[in-house]
């Protein structure tokens, strides 16, 4: 069946330090990979997403690159801060099928002040 | 606008008794999702139903039922609660596929469930 894996599962950095993320997708027919952040006890929400005609998006200080014929996405977080410090989650989806969504298992990100 | 509600936030079960997890969304979206996150295991699918009347398997459907009662609601039940269906159960909505932009999944705070 379809399957995300996402890598690493715990990561930490200095603040200020980049943050790369890393996730792989299995099934060809996914054309949409959003990522959500999530804080200790809230719930999920969405930071920035990629469809699959498109390898790359940046929004401010989060970027995400895709590529297809890998099967392959990764979210970059430059310049990090404290504040950045949750579990992120990537997801592939498959729009024509009625949005069934597979997300990763999270990576824990821990920004050290 | 209150977004992705959920009822009840907590809810302590014994083993065989039945319960019905409630979510409603005001955002007038077509989709809608039950998910179940774990320690370790992110948000898995349980069902999903892409418009009103029709709902689909996702990744972890045994033991649970869904109902999409209108386009606002879109409930869980437990039959036969087991201790392994202790998580936290997630709802959330998102826009009808095929629709032009964003497909951001807005979800619900949440419902921690325990099976003792």
């Known amino acids: 069946g379809e399957n995300v894996e996402q890598h690493p599962s715990t990561l930490s950095v200095q603040e200020g330090d980049s943050a790369v993320i890393k996730c792989t997708y299995s099934?060809?027919?996914?054309?949409?990979f959003p990522w959500y952040k999530q804080e200790l006890g809230k719930r999920p929400q969405l930071i920035i997403d990629?469809?699959?005609?498109?390898g790359e998006k940046k929004d401010q200080r989060i970027a995400v690159t895709l590529n297809k014929t890998a099967k392959h996405f990764s979210l970059h977080i430059t310049e990090t801060q404290p504040e950045d410090s949750a579990v992120y989650f990537c997801?592939?989806?498959?729009?024509?099928?009625?949005?069934?969504?597979?997300f990763g298992a999270g990576t824990r990100l821990f920004v050290k002040a | 606008n209150a977004g992705v509600t959920q009822t009840p936030k907590f809810q302590v079960l014994k083993t065989g008794q039945s319960m019905t997890l409630q979510c409603a969304q005001d955002?007038?979206?077509?989709?809608m999702y039950w998910y179940r996150q774990d320690p370790g295991m992110g948000l898995r699918l349980i069902y999903y139903?892409?418009?009103?009347?029709?709902?689909d398997k996702g990744e972890v459907p045994n033991g649970y039922n869904v109902s999409r009662l209108n386009k606002r609601e879109f409930s869980l039940r437990l039959e036969s609660a087991a201790p392994s269906q202790t998580s936290v159960y997630f709802c959330?909505?998102?826009?009808?596929?095929?629709?032009?932009?964003?497909?951001?999944?807005?979800f619900g705070p949440g419902t921690r469930l325990t099976v003792t």
């Open positions: 959330a909505s998102s826009r009808r596929p095929g629709t032009s932009g964003i497909y951001e999944q807005y």
């Open positions: 099934d060809s027919a996914s054309n949409y």
């Open positions: 990629i469809r699959s005609n498109v």
């Open positions: 997801a592939a989806i498959l729009s024509g099928g009625g949005f069934k969504t597979i």
């Open positions: 955002m007038n979206h077509n989709s």
């Open positions: 139903s892409a418009s009103e009347g029709t709902t």
